[in-house]
């Protein structure tokens, strides 16, 4: 069984930086596609970036692009995110997923297999 676990949230002032990390155990990291997603209070779940398994291609979100960067280590069997210039708007629970199917341009935020628990972020103004 695949597991995640997300950590590196927290609470910044608008303007700051955070890098969130997912560690994925009972799988091969490198045969998934890995992806971050979050969810504000009282909105829907919403796609933030998709990597393909070798990292060589990436996807984002419009809210967040020039602003977040993601990545992955195969090897260690890690994903990352990277936020900068963070504003209050990206307040939400952020969460990695991944899944079998490779990335593809037409579908990349859908088809998720394994979700991780979640780590929160705050922004203040």
């Known amino acids: 069984q695949v597991q995640l676990v997300e950590s590196g949230g927290g609470l910044v002032q608008a303007g700051d930086s955070l890098r969130l990390s997912c560690a994925v155990s009972g799988g091969t990291l490198s045969t998934y596609t890995l992806a971050w997603f979050r969810q504000a209070p009282r909105k829907e779940r919403e796609f933030v970036a998709a990597?393909?398994?070798?990292?060589?291609?990436?996807y984002y979100a419009d809210p967040v692009k020039g602003r977040f960067t993601i990545s992955r280590d195969n090897a260690s069997k890690m994903g990352y995110l990277q936020m900068n210039r963070l504003k209050p708007e990206d307040t939400a629970f952020y969460y990695c997923a991944v899944r079998w199917d490779p990335l593809q341009k037409s579908d990349y935020a859908h088809g998720y297999n394994y979700w991780g628990q979640g780590t929160l972020v705050t922004v203040s103004s």
């Open positions: 990597t393909s398994r070798t990292g060589g291609i990436t």
